[in-house]
């Protein structure tokens, strides 16, 4: 009797042990060049991808068409990431004396793979840069330098504060996917950019500005799960804060939708 006991013991564990693990949304994260031969993230974004319930993977730039198809394919949502500014060419207009470095393989990867994820039902998460690759690659314009001769801010929009620490507020529309996650209208956030947002894609809404007028949100009409910001929610996420979490944890539920169709 105990020898059957012990082999229902046995039979069981090993059931247990190749039981298919429940599937945990795989988060696309744009990359950057690194060194010569280095991908760059950040991991705040990894960070704050895992403290969401996220699995993050990093997804390098390429200019391989098919390649891109199958990284949107193989996610359940995407991050478009913070980096360089973009190329004025993509949106019908001469570099200005203040724009700085742009990186044309990363303007083509990055409107390519955000155009195709909402193309196929991919929630998409813009931050800083990805905010403004999403207004472009929709039809949108940029402000080159926000502090330029004829300017279109007044506050500091590149903080000398720590990097985690929020120095001005937004203001956001009630109604908007911003407002209704995080519960509030008015939010603190760090800023660290001198381009934006000056003419919104068509299909997008501005759901975020700060008391100058800069657009710091906007989400595409219709569908909330296309939406991005311009400051750096995942900065103070990363070292555990939950102030801007249900941004990420958003997202992330979005993706466990999609991995459940």
């Known amino acids: 009797m105990k020898r059957f ?68 394919a193989s996610i359940d949502a995407l991050i478009m990431t913070a980096g360089e500014d973009v190329e004025p060419s993509r949106y019908s207009e001469e570099p200005l004396p203040h724009l700085e470095q742009i990186n044309p393989e990363r303007d083509e990867f990055d409107i390519a793979i955000v155009k195709l994820a909402v193309q196929h039902g991919i929630p998409v998460l813009g931050i800083c840069r990805g905010h403004q690759v999403m207004c472009v690659a929709f039809g949108g314009t940029l402000y080159q330098d926000i502090y330029a001769p004829v300017k279109a801010a007044d506050l500091k929009h590149q903080q000398q504060a720590p990097d985690w620490h929020g120095t001005h507020q937004v203001h956001l529309e009630k109604d908007s996917v911003l407002a209704k996650i995080l519960g509030k209208t008015t939010v603190m956030t760090n800023s660290f950019h001198h381009q934006a947002v000056k003419d919104v894609a068509p ?58 169709q």
Do not use: C, W
């Open 203 to 260: 299909g997008f809404v501005i759901t975020g500005r700060t008391s100058d007028g800069i657009v710091e949100a906007m989400e595409m009409k219709d569908n909330p799960r296309v939406f991005s910001v311009q400051f750096h929610p995942e900065i103070p996420t990363a070292r555990g804060s939950d102030e801007l979490l249900p941004i990420f944890t958003y997202l992330v539920g979005l993706a466990k939708r999609e991995t459940a």
């Open 5 to 72: 006991f012990l082999f229902l013991l046995i039979i069981g564990y090993s059931a247990v042990l190749h039981a298919e693990a429940p599937k945990l949304p795989i988060i696309g994260i744009t990359g950057a060049h690194g060194s010569e031969n280095s991908v760059l993230v950040s991991s705040a974004f990894v960070k704050s991808v895992l403290r969401a319930g996220g699995v993050p993977v990093v997804l390098p730039i390429n200019d391989d068409l098919e390649v891109i198809k199958t990284m949107v």
